[in-house]
């Protein structure tokens, strides 16, 4: 009877263990910093039960509506304001979990060193999304060489510059497509993820880059019926741990700046 109901309970314990290890967390990131973040998590996640699955996207759209469509769990790539600009104009309503890390968007050239060597009748590149074209402005505004009607407008497009005084040309592309126009531009704004992916250092490269306070956190976002999960919550502790804020002070040398 004793050999019976050991058996039982080895049983049942296997069986829970095998359940815990099943359960499996698809979250959508972008190649870096985000899914090798997630990537240095992994190990720690199993342990817990969680089988995390990193789904990488090299652009800003997909994340968000696969998640929405409940085709994956949850995504990590995105700032609170673009966030907020995608839910107003796709309808959505994904919400934000933690906030994990800062990103210092910056501007490059392969032609100047520094910004006071841009000509007149300049071209300056940047992202063509509300929230990043608005914070490409506003790092333009900062630097001195441009004014903004609303200079507080984190939504703001070329259209919405009340003073251009050098004449700069604006040339708006997606995000991930702005390190591939390097070289045929003066000025590149390009967010720091898409820059370490072509081997800039925004560190050192940037002719301009935010500060340690930007506001720009990016955030692991769910939705409003799975952000409270045990799963989620787990991925959300893993995230804000001593062990990826060591990884990220290390491995990105001020490129990436941890939020917590």
Do not use: C
């Not at 370490?196 to 301009?208: F, H, I, R, Y």
Request: hydrophobic content about 45%; cysteine-free.
């Amino acid at each position: 009877m004793k050999k019976v109901l050991l058996f039982t309970a080895l049983a049942a314990a296997l069986t829970s263990g095998l359940a815990q290890a099943a359960e499996k967390l698809v979250v959508a990131a972008t190649p870096v910093p985000h899914a090798e973040i997630l990537e240095l998590i992994k190990p720690a996640l199993a342990k817990e039960g969680v089988d995390l699955q990193i789904k990488v996207f090299t652009d800003y759209v997909q994340p968000n509506v696969q998640v929405d469509q409940k085709r994956l769990d949850a995504n990590y790539f995105q700032t609170l304001p673009y966030l907020k600009n995608f839910n107003e104009g796709k309808g959505t309503n994904l919400v934000t979990v933690i906030g994990v890390h800062v990103e210092p968007f910056g501007g490059y050239s392969k032609k100047y060193k520094t910004l006071a060597e841009l000509p007149n009748g300049a071209t300056i590149a940047l992202p063509n999304e509300g929230s990043n074209s608005g914070r490409a402005l506003l790092l333009l505004q900062k630097a001195g060489l441009i004014e903004l009607k609303d200079p507080k407008n984190a939504l703001a497009t070329p259209k919405d510059i009340a003073k251009n005084p050098h004449n700069f040309k604006f040339k708006e592309l997606e995000s991930a497509m702005l390190p591939r126009v390097l070289d045929q531009v003066d000025l590149d704004l390009i967010n720091t993820n898409y820059a370490l992916e072509a081997g800039l250092n925004p560190a050192k490269d940037a002719l301009v880059i935010e500060g340690s306070d930007s506001p720009y956190v990016n955030f692991l976002v769910a939705r409003p019926d799975n952000k409270d999960s045990p799963a989620i919550q787990k991925l959300a502790k893993a995230l804000t741990s001593p062990e990826v804020k060591a990884f990220i002070e290390k491995k990105y040398s001020g490129a990436v700046l941890p939020a917590f």
